[in-house]
């Protein structure tokens, strides 16, 4: 009898023993997290501020993570780049996942990005060719650079897209051109065609020690 009470002992000692290493199974699977909204995203530079949609974790014995999510990176919508936002979990057995959302901020005018074969007209001369670069603005929607205007280099000045136009405000560049000057610049009229071919044409003002000439730059993209 004392013997069958020993073996009755061990085996429910061993059915413990089970039971509590099958409670105690190692957890060694990762959260899954599901971004809400697209993995890559875009939004118009200076259109407000940049609202996540979020992401949601699940584990296969935790449960729902998803208010234990750490999310690092920022968007800043004023400032024309392309930004990662990161999505971190960790259950509580130590097992860690993350993934990304990749946002792009851009300038509406990168579609006049590029370099361009210009025609420059005045009076005294009427067909004088040169290279320009057009660069958008990180941080004016719809702006642009533009870096030889009238021919000169370096002469940078700004414009801004409306529509089919492009608008040179008036502005002052300091002590360019031979002999060199201060050279006063604003547009008279333009116009764009934005296709296979984007071209561009920018009638303008120069005035330089009061006296004034007008110009035409003919701008077709390479």
């Known amino acids: 009898m004392k013997k069958l009470f020993s073996i009755i002992a061990v085996m429910a000692l061993l059915s413990s023993m089970i039971a509590f290493n099958g409670c105690n199974k190692e957890d060694t699977t990762k959260p899954s997290l599901s971004l809400l909204g697209s993995a890559n995203a875009e939004i118009v530079l200076n259109g407000g501020s940049y609202q996540d949609p979020g992401c949601t974790a699940q584990d296969d014995v935790d449960g729902d993570l998803t208010a234990s999510i750490i999310v690092t990176g920022s968007v800043d919508a004023d400032h024309a780049a392309t930004y990662t936002i990161t999505y971190t979990v960790t259950d509580k057995a130590g097992n860690s996942n993350s993934v990304d959302r990749t946002v792009r901020v851009f300038n509406q005018a990168e579609v006049l990005q590029g370099t361009y074969n210009v025609i420059d007209s005045t009076a005294g001369d009427p067909n004088f060719p040169y290279i320009e670069t057009v660069t958008p603005s990180t941080t004016i929607n719809n702006q642009i650079l533009l870096g030889k205007f ?16 492009m608008t040179i405000p008036s502005q002052l560049v300091v002590n360019v051109g031979s002999p060199a000057a201060d050279r006063t610049f604003a547009s008279q009229s333009s116009s764009i065609v934005i296709g296979t071919n984007v071209s561009m044409v920018i009638r303008y003002s120069e005035t330089t020690n009061g006296s004034t000439v007008y110009g035409k730059g003919t701008y077709t993209k390479q």
């Open 150 to 165: 009238a021919g000169y280099s370096p002469c940078v000045v700004y414009g801004n897209k409306i529509g089919l136009t």
